[in-house]
């Protein structure tokens, strides 16, 4: 057990905490609880590259944290009618034919290697962002309508366009197919 992996698992904590808060109106809360979540995600990773404390298990567990933080977010904003259930819903269908994808694959005796791609790199990050926006927004009345919109299309575009990545190369790879000339390529 690392420091890194100790931080992870806190991070799994704050996912109640973050819910609750939303669901009891407590805004300002739950924006902070979400921006110490944040904050802790790029001090587990700093910790793990910097004293050489990577772990097979952080590598499964960090993403896990962050997906659950930001899926929980959504369904409870999207429960609060602040962002559309149709994003939500993408959002939801990407992670879990992902998660599904993986699972099949090792039960199969085919296990996926775990490397994110460049595009769901920047569709969490989008995601990330949008859930700050719209938090800062809950917490402290800031107005954001068009940025939000904005933000809620980009984030639906790059989660659809992640989701159909990833069933690209998972269909490559249970295929047995190897391009070695693409630098994506598994």
Same mark, same amino acid.
Do not use: C
């Given at each position: =057990?690392?420091?890194?992996?100790?931080?992870?698992?806190?991070?799994?904590?704050?996912?109640?905490?973050?819910?609750?808060?939303? *669901?009891?109106?407590?805004?300002?809360?739950?924006?902070?609880?979400?921006?110490?979540?944040?904050?802790?995600?790029?001090?587990?990773?700093?910790?793990?590259?910097?004293?050489?404390?990577?772990?097979?298990?952080?590598?499964?567990?960090?993403?896990?944290?962050?997906? *659950?933080?930001?899926?929980?977010?959504?369904?409870?904003?999207?429960?609060?009618?602040?962002?559309?259930?149709?994003?939500?819903?993408?959002?939801?269908?990407?992670?879990?034919?992902?998660?599904?994808?993986?699972?099949?694959?090792?039960? =199969?005796?085919?296990?996926?290697?775990?490397?994110?791609?460049?595009?769901?790199?920047?569709?969490?990050?989008?995601?990330?962002?949008?859930?700050?926006?719209? *938090?800062?927004?809950?917490?402290?009345?800031?107005?954001?309508?068009?940025?939000?919109?904005?933000?809620?299309?980009?984030?639906?575009?790059?989660?659809?366009?992640?989701?159909?990545?990833?069933?690209?190369?998972?269909?490559?790879?249970?295929?047995?197919?190897?391009?070695?000339?693409?630098?994506?390529?598994?």
């Amino acid at each position: =057990m690392t420091i890194p992996n100790l931080i992870t698992l806190m991070r799994f904590l704050l996912v109640p905490a973050v819910v609750f808060a939303l *669901l009891k109106g407590y805004m300002g809360w739950a924006f902070t609880g979400f921006l110490v979540a944040g904050i802790s995600d790029g001090v587990d990773g700093f910790i793990a590259r910097q004293f050489n404390q990577r772990s097979e298990l952080g590598a499964y567990l960090d993403p896990m944290a962050d997906k *659950l933080l930001l899926v929980s977010v959504f369904i409870v904003l999207s429960y609060l009618e602040v962002l559309p259930l149709w994003l939500v819903i993408a959002v939801v269908s990407r992670d879990a034919l992902i998660v599904g994808g993986v699972l099949l694959a090792t039960i =199969m005796g085919n296990p996926v290697p775990m490397k994110p791609l460049m595009v769901s790199k920047v569709n969490t990050l989008a995601q990330i962002v949008l859930a700050v926006v719209v *938090l800062a927004d809950l917490a402290f009345a800031f107005s954001s309508g068009f940025l939000t919109q904005v933000l809620i299309y980009v984030t639906g575009l790059l989660t659809i366009a992640s989701g159909a990545a990833y069933l690209v190369d998972w269909i490559k790879h249970m295929g047995g197919y190897v391009d070695t000339n693409s630098p994506g390529g598994s």
